[in-house]
């Protein structure tokens, strides 16, 4: 089972991009998304963006994340 969390592209070099997770930056492919940009939103899975979010969904669904209690 996979778990999609929301991330804001941060910067693209290539066909790579900084994906901002909350605070932890990780870098995903864009072979699937070419056209993605700076700001947007995406799902990544296995290193690479494999959908784009719209901005109100995705700060929706972070927000909910966020208020999430964990047990520990």
Do not use: E
Not at 10 to 24: M, P, Q, R, T, Y
């Amino acid at each position: 089972m996979c778990l999609a969390i929301p991330g804001k592209i941060v910067s693209i070099k290539d066909k790579i991009a900084d994906v901002d997770f909350g605070g932890i930056i990780r870098k995903a492919g864009l072979d699937l998304l070419p056209s993605v940009k700076i700001g947007d939103y995406v799902i990544v899975h296995a290193g690479f963006a494999i959908q784009l979010l719209d901005k109100k969904d995705a700060k929706k669904t972070l927000k909910i994340l966020r208020s999430i209690k964990v047990k520990r």
